[in-house]
């Protein structure tokens, strides 16, 4: 009997969760998906803006051919542009929704 009494004394003496401390996860939270959010409509405005101007990437792709070597850097660097924000969009996306990659 004294074991029961001693778990509820201790539960009774733990400090409860402060309104502070719960704003404080629910500002991380909304400034977490907040930023998911944000990253996705950049993910989303590029693959439009890549649909619309694809022929005038086509053309510099040919201009590459025909002498101007420096314009090899544009699609490079589209598709590092690409990589970063779609990689950032998708990182933040799983571990907004809880999804972790396991431990090998």
């Given at each position: 009997?004294?074991?029961?009494?001693?778990?509820?004394?201790d539960e009774?003496?733990?400090?409860a969760?402060?309104?502070?401390?719960?704003?404080?996860?629910?500002?991380?939270h909304?400034?977490?998906?907040?930023?998911?959010?944000?990253?996705?409509?950049?993910?989303?405005?590029?693959?439009?803006?890549?649909?619309?101007?694809?022929s005038?990437?086509?053309?510099?792709?040919?201009?590459?051919?025909h002498?101007?070597?420096?314009?090899f850097f544009?699609?490079?660097v589209?598709?590092?542009?690409?990589?970063?924000?779609?990689?950032?969009?998708?990182?933040?996306?799983?571990d907004?929704?809880g999804?972790k990659?396991?431990?090998?």
């Amino acid at each position: 009997m004294r074991s029961i009494a001693n778990r509820y004394l201790d539960e009774v003496k733990k400090p409860a969760h402060s309104i502070r401390q719960d704003l404080h996860n629910l500002k991380h939270h909304i400034i977490t998906n907040r930023n998911t959010f944000a990253l996705g409509l950049v993910s989303i405005a590029l693959y439009t803006l890549l649909y619309f101007y694809s022929s005038d990437l086509t053309h510099i792709a040919e201009e590459t051919n025909h002498g101007h070597k420096a314009l090899f850097f544009v699609p490079i660097v589209i598709a590092l542009l690409f990589s970063f924000v779609h990689g950032s969009f998708t990182s933040q996306f799983w571990d907004s929704i809880g999804v972790k990659a396991k431990k090998p």
